[in-house]
């Protein structure tokens, strides 16, 4: 594990997004261990002191001048003394090296489950025992030392400094898209929780994630987490950096940091195989767009191609991601194409009560955001509207099905009357005319026939689309490089056949209604809310759902 050298020292005390970058730069360029702790005390000093101790009336430091729209490096921060940073990273070493005496496990070269168990219990019984774990800014090891709080994220990135500080270069971090848990061995090839996962913050520790544990669950995204390198384990102390003050306010010197910071792991090539971190520059640079750099929706799109590439396309985030810009830039079409995605990634899964995030995810998608989309498009007289548009149905039909199919085989139902009301006001607003341009095939799981099929499912298209070109890091590129709404003739949309294939036995044997000249709303509401059957057993080691996001930006929910 590294420490800082004079060079590095020499740019202390950090006052300015500048000298923060500068240092990350040359201490990741120096060094192939890069210090986790002292790295994480850095941002959690600026990050708390912008966010825990700046009223809420006070103005956001140096001025509101256009320019501040855009990354400006010399930005003022709360100054970090080199002393301070020095004092908590001893203290940090301290309190590992008191509790944790490696040779009573035998020094071994490797870490073993029983030590690395023994150093999270540490953590954990350090930590302060009276405080809400799922509030902001708990997720550095700055917090750590100056509040004894952590939240999950927080414990498993101390459980991998503390091992990093013991010599133990092999623990790694393991992400999904709401948990994290640690990878160790020579190999990488052993897995251990080290932290919680759940409202009554049930204790995980010590439990393997095995493939019982993993097999269809969101949670572990099907066994392809992001198993995480130093360098992308600093990526993630970046990407977990929160810039809210309160529930409305955000710091922009926090923002425009995080921002500088992750361009520069991105340019390195460090977030080539992190999804999350990707979308979350995405997300900066929608709401603030440095000069010189692509858009965010080329980050959005690149996102979706590492998921695909690296990850098998079992990752949910990366396609609401952008189907969300789309939403919120009035690109109606595109934002019922990448919802569509999101639901056939996560039919993969089987729904349990981990999954209350993603969950509310789609229940706002289908009963908020789609509605609103109906409502816009049906105002006034729209001689282009996406309701004459039977790709748009067909996405639709698409996004249903796979959450009837995420439903099939859980222990939980996931459609309720709610889900069924949204359903069909939604298809109301499509004639019958519309409706019948959507050549359905049904496909039997049962079954090996698949005829009446005329293109790639969703699934198989993104990852063709994904081999067609490459990005500066290597990364492929998607299809949705300009993303446009079209602009057709209603009568050209006519022309139009669009395929949609139909796995869930729900959506499945709702063909017929759905296709109807005349919907019938009890017939359809009674087939989508009926009891699937449930044959799955509660997996060892799942306990309720954790509240917060791992690295999710807060305004990736918005509106």
């Known amino acids: ?130 405080y809400y774990k799922d509030r902001a800014h708990l997720q550095s090891i700055y917090s750590y030392m100056t509040g004894a709080k952590l939240d999950s994220s927080g414990t498993t990135l101390a459980v991998v400094a503390a091992c990093q500080a ?110 999350m971190a990707i979308d979350n520059l995405g997300d900066l640079e929608e709401m603030m767009p440095t000069k010189g750099r692509c858009p965010a929706t080329k980050m959005y799109e690149e996102a979706i191609t590492s998921a695909v590439r690296y990850y098998q396309n079992q990752h949910v985030y990366p396609y609401t991601y952008l189907g969300g810009y789309c939403y919120r830039n009035k690109l109606y079409k595109q934002a019922l194409k990448y919802w569509a995605r999101a639901a056939s ?73 709610g889900w069924a009301k949204a359903l069909f006001n939604t298809i109301a607003k499509f004639e019958a005319h519309v409706r019948s341009h959507v050549k359905i095939s049904c496909i039997d799981p049962d079954s090996t026939d698949i005829s009446d099929v005329q293109e790639p499912p969703i699934l198989e298209k993104s990852a063709a689309e994904a081999r067609t070109s490459q990005d500066q890091n290597g990364n492929m590129a998607t299809d949705c490089i300009n993303i446009t709404e079209e602009d057709i003739d209603p009568s050209e949309m006519m022309h139009r056949w669009p395929p949609v294939r139909l796995a869930s036995a729900k959506m499945r044997g709702l063909r017929d209604l759905l296709l109807a000249d005349k919907l019938n709303s009890q017939a359809i509401s009674l087939q989508l809310t009926a009891q699937s059957q449930v044959t799955m057993t509660k997996k060892r080691g799942m306990g309720e759902v954790e509240t917060a996001h791992v690295g999710r930006s807060k305004r990736a929910r918005r509106e």
């Open 1 to 130: 594990m590294a420490k800082l050298s004079g060079e590095e020292r020499a740019l202390f005390p950090l006052s300015d997004i500048e000298a923060v970058v500068n240092l990350f730069r040359l201490h990741l360029q120096k060094n192939r261990e890069p210090n986790l702790a002292i790295l994480s005390i850095i941002v959690g000093h600026i990050e708390n002191t912008l966010t825990c101790s700046r009223g809420v009336s006070e103005p956001p430091l140096g001025g509101d001048d256009d320019h501040c729209r855009f990354a400006d490096n010399h930005r003022i921060l709360p100054v970090v003394e080199y002393e301070t940073v020095e004092a908590l990273h001893h203290r940090f070493l301290a309190i590992i090296k008191a509790h944790v005496d490696v040779t009573a496990f035998g020094t071994p070269r490797y870490a073993t489950r029983e030590l690395v168990k023994r150093i999270s219990d540490v953590v954990w019984c350090t930590l302060s025992s009276s």
């Open 345 to 417: 990634v996560i039919r993969n899964y089987n729904y349990s009560r981990d999954d209350e995030e993603i969950y509310k995810e789609f229940l706002e998608i289908a009963n908020e955001l789609i509605p609103h989309i109906m409502r816009v498009v049906s105002s006034g007289i729209s001689a282009r509207s996406i309701l004459k548009d039977p790709e748009c149905f067909g996405y639709l039909l698409e996004f249903y099905d796979g959450i009837c199919e995420w439903e099939e085989g859980s222990a939980t139902p996931v459609l309720h009357i």
């Open 166 to 275: 013991l010599g133990y270069c092999d623990v790694h971090l393991a992400l999904s898209e709401d948990h994290t848990w640690v990878v160790f061995g020579d190999k990488g090839q052993h897995t251990v929780e080290v932290t919680w996962h759940g409202k009554g913050n049930e204790d995980k520790r010590g439990i393997p994630v095995t493939h019982d544990v993993y097999s269809k669950s969101w949670l572990y995204v099907n066994g392809h987490p992001v198993v995480c390198d130093r360098h992308m384990e600093v990526a993630t102390i970046v990407s977990n950096m929160n810039p809210g003050i309160n529930a409305t306010t955000d710091s922009e010197e926090v923002m425009l940091l995080q921002q500088a910071l992750l361009w520069m792991l991105y340019d390195a090539g460090h977030l080539a195989k992190y999804p």
